[in-house]
Structure formats: structure tokens, C-alpha cells
T-cell receptor, first 117, second 112 residues
Framework: DADVTQTPRNRITKTGKRIMLECSQT?????MYWYRQDPGLGLRLIYY???????NKGEISDGYSVSRQAQAKFSLSLESAIPNQTALYFC????????????????FGAGSRLTVL | SQKIEQNSEALNIQEGKTATLTCNYT??????LQWYRQDPGRGPVFLLL?????KEKRKERLKVTFDTTLKQSLFHITASQPADSATYLC???????????FGAGTRLAVHP
């Protein structure tokens, strides 16, 4: 099984619908992130969480919300989806105390492709 | 404004040659810089990390350099193989909490 699992892998929805993307991890990492990837723009940080009670906005949080249900679970919600939220979404994790001397190395899930019509 | 720039054009090289990818940044002073590989339809995978006090880091056929004066990192793949074809992303830490900021990536195509 994958260390970081995202569901669903693909989703097509309509404008105005509420969508939830889920992420679970077996790495035992305390930090979790949501990024979106658009062609030519790279990965942009939406939200991040450094423990269950810590949620922080990234550079593009408008239109999104998150929930850290447990150390291993971090979900991303689009309350009312719009077409420009069509993108590839990645969940990632990292360990606050890790072997590379505190460097923040990310482990990514396989991605969730969301299409908003 | 802060920018991380990678060559948006694909790099096409012949098998066996050395591929060199560039990552330039402005208005950052990162303590370290990372390189990731991303295959189509998959999440990025960590390859190498280099710290600001290191000039060069190697791992098998991979070599990364980091010039904090030029604000540039170079990523080299020697003796390239078709299996090295992928998109390569650079990332650096920004601000508090060690948040990683990514470049848009450069696609590498190695031809037999």
C-alpha cells in the first residue's frame, strides 16, 4: 500500500457542488500539506498542518478549506466548486524531526485530478 | 517579488549524454534547496537536497550544485538513459515553518 493515499483519484463535478478530497498516510509524519498543480505554474501550496490542532493557509487558500481529523488524515474541501479549480491536487507529508537534519523533505500522494464543469 | 524559475521548454538530449537543468531564484535566501522527479500522472519524488554551505552534492549519476551568489542551482544527470525522462522540480524553503516552494519544473526527454 502507498505511504500517502489520496481519494478519489479522479473526479468530475459541476460548478457549485461541494467536493472533498481525502488524504491518509501511514508514514507517521506529523506535517501534512495540500498543493495544487497547474500546467506552467507548478505546485502551489493551499493549506498545511503541522499537527492536529495546527492549520495554516498557504499561498492560494481562497475557495478551499481543510480538516485535520487525525494525525494520519487531512482532507481538502471545495465548498462551491468553480471551473478554475480544475487542477491536479496533491497531498504531501513530512516529518518535523527527520534524518536530513531538519530539512523538510516531502512525500507525495499520487494525486487527485479534479475537473469542474 | 519572489520567484523560482526553471526552463519551461523541454530539454531533449541523446542517451548517454549529460543533462543539465537550471533553477534560478530571486528574493529568497534559502537554507537548502531540493530536487524532485515527477512522472506523468504521479506525485513528485524526492531526489536530492543541498544546503547553502554546500557547493555540490552527488548521488549515483546525479549531481547538484548550489551557488548562493548567483542564486542558482544546477542539476546534472550523467550518462542519461530514456528511463530518466520525466519532469524535474526544484524546491526551496521559504519563511517560517520550513514551507517548500516549488518551481514549475523542466521536462527532460532522453532519446535512444
Amino acid at each position: 500500500d502507498a505511504d500517502v493515499t489520496q481519494t478519489p483519484r479522479n473526479r468530475i463535478t459541476k460548478t457549485g457542488k461541494r467536493i472533498m478530497l481525502e488524504c491518509s498516510q501511514t508514514k507517521g509524519h506529523d506535517r501534512m500539506y495540500w498543493y495544487r498543480q497547474d500546467p506552467g505554474l507548478g505546485l502551489r501550496l493551499i493549506y498545511y498542518s503541522f499537527d492536529v490542532k495546527d492549520i495554516n493557509k498557504g499561498e492560494i487558500s481562497d475557495g478551499y478549506s481543510v480538516s485535520r481529523q487525525a494525525q494520519a488524515k487531512f482532507s481538502l474541501s471545495l465548498e462551491s466548486a468553480i471551473p478554475n479549480q480544475t487542477a491536479l491536487y496533491f497531498c504531501a507529508t513530512s516529518d518535523s524531526v527527520q534524518g536530513l537534519g531538519g530539512a523538510n523533505v516531502l512525500t507525495f500522494g499520487a494525486g487527485s485530478r479534479l475537473t469542474v464543469l | 517579488s519572489q520567484k523560482i524559475e526553471q526552463n519551461s521548454e523541454a530539454l531533449n538530449i541523446q542517451e548517454g549524454k549529460t543533462a543539465t537543468l537550471t533553477c534560478n531564484y530571486t528574493n529568497y535566501s534559502p537554507a537548502y534547496l531540493q530536487w524532485y522527479r515527477q512522472d506523468p500522472g504521479r506525485g513528485p519524488v524526492f531526489l536530492l537536497l543541498i544546503r547553502e554551505n554546500e557547493k555540490e552534492k552527488r548521488k549515483e549519476r546525479l549531481k547538484v550544485t548550489f551557488d548562493t551568489t548567483l542564486k542558482q542551482s544546477l542539476f546534472h544527470i550523467t550518462a542519461s538513459q530514456p528511463a530518466d525522462s520525466a519532469t524535474y522540480l526544484c524546491a526551496l524553503v521559504s519563511g517560517g515553518y520550513n514551507k517548500l516552494i516549488f518551481g514549475a519544473g523542466t521536462r527532460l526527454a532522453v532519446h535512444p
